[in-house]
């Protein structure tokens, strides 16, 4: 292998990008599921909330 191959394989960058590219992109995913999660957990507290209450009160017309 000659210098020069050496020389371009060191100032080539495709790889470090495309690692960056794929740092972010789980970073997105990650955030997107945690996102997602808390969302939900407190969409499921508060409908439950709401029904118990529902069900407490008295009917119309009783």
Known sequence: MSFRKIRLFRR?????????????????????LFATNLI????????????TRMQEMPAYGQ
């Open 12 to 32: 080539t960058e495709d790889g470090a990008i495309t690692v960056d590219w794929v740092v972010i992109c789980a970073a997105i995913v990650a955030l997107g």
């Open 40 to 51: 939900s957990t407190n969409a499921v507290t508060s409908v439950n909330a709401s029904a």
